[in-house]
């Protein structure tokens, strides 16, 4: 999905560039504009964002720099643009490009929820297991958060309800009764690019999730 949203945008940015530079006729500087975006983009996750969601910005710069290459390729073959006063398709495309730019960017935005899950499944139920939650480091100084609830939600299914990166981290987990749910405590392992305190860890029912440590 990645590939495809990066080349969209990629052929998005050179196709506004070219019409754009109409009345110049500096075409050329269409897929330069194009690639220095690109390049932008690939700088901006290696170094700005870093880690997971780094890579996803890598990836996007690379498609925008193949829609680049291929507008270059293409150029030469393009006979029907020539400088010219804008026409009415023109300015149409204009209009519609930086609205179909922004919408694809929205729309990659609300796809980030900020999170990924690692692990889940059940452990083996003991006596007087407690609900509990526990981080730890994991790749290039992320974190992972552990969550494990008691025994008095055996057999129960584990979802996360909502992840709040905003301020403070909170977590907020649902409890579900499945009847193909295993036997046995459930846990889940969520990734975060990092934690802001005071960390929160609750379920939708109101009930509070303490830190391993402090049980």
């Known amino acids: ?9 990629g052929a998005s940015i050179f196709l506004f ?17 194009t690639f220095l975006i690109a390049v932008l983009i690939v700088l901006y996750g290696l170094f700005k964002v870093g880690g997971f969601e780094g890579m996803g910005f890598g990836i996007l710069g690379a498609c925008i720099l193949l829609a680049a290459i291929v507008g270059t ?14 026409n009415k398709v023109d300015k149409s495309i204009l209009l519609i490009i930086p609205v179909l ?11 980030n929820k900020g999170y990924w899950i690692n ?31 008691g025994e008095r939600h055996e057999g129960k299914h584990l979802e996360i309800k909502d992840v709040k990166t905003i301020g403070n981290t909170e977590i907020t ?19 975060l690019d990092k934690i802001v ?10 009930e509070i999730i303490n830190s391993k440590s402090n049980n």
């Open 197 to 206: 305190e005071p960390l929160v860890v609750q379920t939708t029912d109101g």
């Open 17 to 33: 560039t070219l019409i754009a530079l109409k009345k110049t006729g500096k075409f050329y500087l269409a897929p330069i504009v």
């Open 101 to 111: 730019i922004f919408a694809i960017i929205g729309w990659m935005i609300t796809l």
């Open 73 to 86: 390729l293409l150029l030469p073959f393009m006979k029907g643009i020539k400088k010219s006063e804008f």
């Open 1 to 9: 999905m990645i590939i495809l949203v990066g080349f969209i945008l």
């Open 173 to 191: 987990v649902k409890v579900v009764d499945k009847g193909d749910a295993k036997e046995g405590l459930p846990f889940i392992e969520i990734g």
């Open 119 to 149: 692990e889940e499944g059940v452990i083996t139920a003991g006596n007087d297991t407690p609900s509990y939650y526990e981080v730890s480091t994991i790749s290039e100084g992320m974190k992972q958060i552990h969550i494990q609830l």
